[in-house]
């Protein structure tokens, strides 16, 4: 590999500038045993590493909150106060959900940002904006033949590159071009319209890597997550805001260090001892390896606990139709009836039983592939009845299933088979084929993350399908009972 001198000493002198400007920020520490390091050989650019042992609970860096980059801090809000008047819809990282004229906290921060980037050496988070990345591996910016490694993945659809652009071009281009005097510093050369998408782009995807969530009276911040616990902490509104130094830390299921948020500053403190040489790391979220790859562009092996493969409804569909010998204008009809249930899914996730980690920041328990979604089991039902009312009651089989737990079972784990067979035809090579290429360590550092995506959602769909066998297996080996007859209950549950 060739290397490239003045790229390095501009990575190290990028480092040091942050560094330094971090500790002088009026508040800020940054303990004495600890070290941001270039770890770009691992593909994991920088990070913070232990120079020393640190005992649990140490504090290791201390962010004042007026340094976090944010709409309370930001020098926009005086020169266009009427852009902070935020919509109240929740919105996704596209800015989607909210279609109304005003900004959302999303687009709010891309413009932030982007006014920050653009107000050069005067602004005072100049060496924090020298850190941040201006490439990304996330797939939004993979090339179609690096996507077509993700097989039928299905994160494929959740790229949200036309989302993106959508947004962009209604919510940033616009207040950029009426304000350029506000946006555009005299001395700046005002970008071209794709230099602007790009940059506009950049920062979405910065602020879907790094930054934060903080409430809106900058009190009880929590780091931005998908994790539905932490949803669930968020009260209030939330504004997004870019936390530095927080965001140099790298993070992985198993991690050692946790930030906390109290009211001047945020802490990052040890959650347990902490060996010389090792990297300090936060944690995401109990993240797939898909999403870790869509959301901050990187995979690891502890994350794969979480990975979880989709089963349409399609496919169950049509199992079930072929086992119960159903006509094609009949199941049509059922396949109908079944949709217009309010609470009809398309598709359905298989995931393993996968505790959290300890509050040491460990994995202390296995993940496990333990059950099927309840709620596939109850549209399986519903299918069932759809199709007995469908047939008049003409379907034996369909009619036998709805009687007798223990045969419905059955149909109902062999139909998931069946499924989950289809399922794993859908991607183009077998388990055993991604392992052996990734024996082989792909030099596309892109091509890897995918096989490794879909490879561990083909060991989802495989533990599924042991855990289904041992399911029928048991129910065959049962002492055969008295069928348990359901038909009176069926009868009340019209659907
Ligand atoms: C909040 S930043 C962390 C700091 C980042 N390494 C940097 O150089 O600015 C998040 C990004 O760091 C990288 N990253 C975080 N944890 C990682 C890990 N365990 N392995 C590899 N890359 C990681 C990913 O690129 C991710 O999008």
């Not at 090579?429 to 024996?439: A, C, G, K, N």
């Not at 561990?456 to 007859?485: C, F, H, M, S, Y």
Request: proline share 5%; aromatic share 8%; hydrophobic share 35%.
């Amino acid at each position: 590999m060739e290397v490239d001198s003045d790229a390095d000493s501009r990575f190290l002198e990028g480092t040091r500038h942050f560094l330094s400007w971090f500790q002088s920020l009026p508040g800020a520490t940054f303990h004495k045993d600890i070290a941001i390091e270039d770890l770009r050989s691992r593909n994991a650019g920088r990070g913070i590493v232990a120079q020393a042992d640190i005992a649990a609970d140490t504090v290791l860096f201390t962010i004042p909150r007026n340094s976090i980059l944010c709409a309370a801090t930001s020098p926009l809000k005086d020169k266009l106060p009427e852009i902070f008047d935020l919509d109240n819809d929740d919105e996704d990282e596209s800015g989607d959900e909210s279609d109304g004229d005003n900004q959302n906290s999303w687009t709010l921060l891309i413009l932030i940002l982007i006014h920050e980037y653009l107000q050069g050496s005067s602004s005072q988070w100049k060496p924090y904006l020298d850190v941040l990345p201006s490439t990304f591996n996330t797939p939004m910016f993979w090339t179609p033949s690096q996507l077509s490694f993700l097989q039928a993945s299905a994160v494929t659809s959740r790229i949200g590159q036309e989302e993106a652009d959508k947004m962009i071009a209604s919510k940033i281009l616009p207040v950029i071009r009426s304000h350029p005097q506000i946006f555009f510093p005299s001395s700046a050369t005002p970008l071209s319209h794709d230099q602007l998408i790009q940059l506009a782009h950049r920062m979405g995807s910065t602020i879907m890597s790094y930054a934060f969530d903080l409430e809106q009276d900058m009190e009880i911040p929590e780091q931005l997550e998908n994790d539905d616990e932490w949803e669930e902490d968020r009260e209030g509104k939330t504004m997004l805001g870019m936390v530095p130094m927080a965001d140099i830390l790298n993070a992985d299921a198993e991690f050692n260090a946790h930030i906390n948020h109290a009211e001047d500053a945020l802490t990052a403190v040890s959650l347990r001892p902490i060996r010389k040489g090792e990297e300090i790391l936060n944690f995401y979220g109990p993240l797939s390896s898909a999403e870790l790859l869509r959301r901050y562009g990187y995979v690891t092996e502890k994350h794969a606990r979480w990975d979880v493969v989709e089963l349409s409804w399609s496919l169950i569909s049509s199992a079930l139709q072929s086992k119960l010998q159903a006509q094609p204008e009949v199941w049509e009809k059922v396949c109908a009836l079944v949709q217009q249930d309010e609470e009809f899914e398309e598709a359905f996730v298989l995931e393993r039983q996968s505790p959290d980690p300890s509050s040491t920041g460990l994995l202390e328990e296995p993940a496990e592939f333990t059950s099927l979604p309840d709620e596939l089991g109850e549209q399986f039902k519903l299918c069932l009845k759809a199709c007995k009312k469908i047939t008049d009651s003409k379907n034996d089989m369909a009619l036998r299933a709805l009687n007798d737990k223990d045969w419905r079972k059955r149909l109902y784990l062999e139909t998931i088979l069946e499924a989950v067979t289809q399922r794993e035809r859908e991607y183009g090579t077998t388990l055993e084929q991604d392992d052996q290429l990734l024996s082989a360590n792909p030099s596309d550092q892109r091509e890897k993350m995918a096989v490794w995506v879909r490879r561990g959602e083909k060991l989802v769909l495989r533990e599924a399908r042991a855990w289904i066998t041992t399911q029928l297996e048991e129910l065959r080996n049962r002492p055969v009972d008295q069928p348990q007859d359901e038909g009176r209950a069926a009868k009340r549950r019209r659907i």
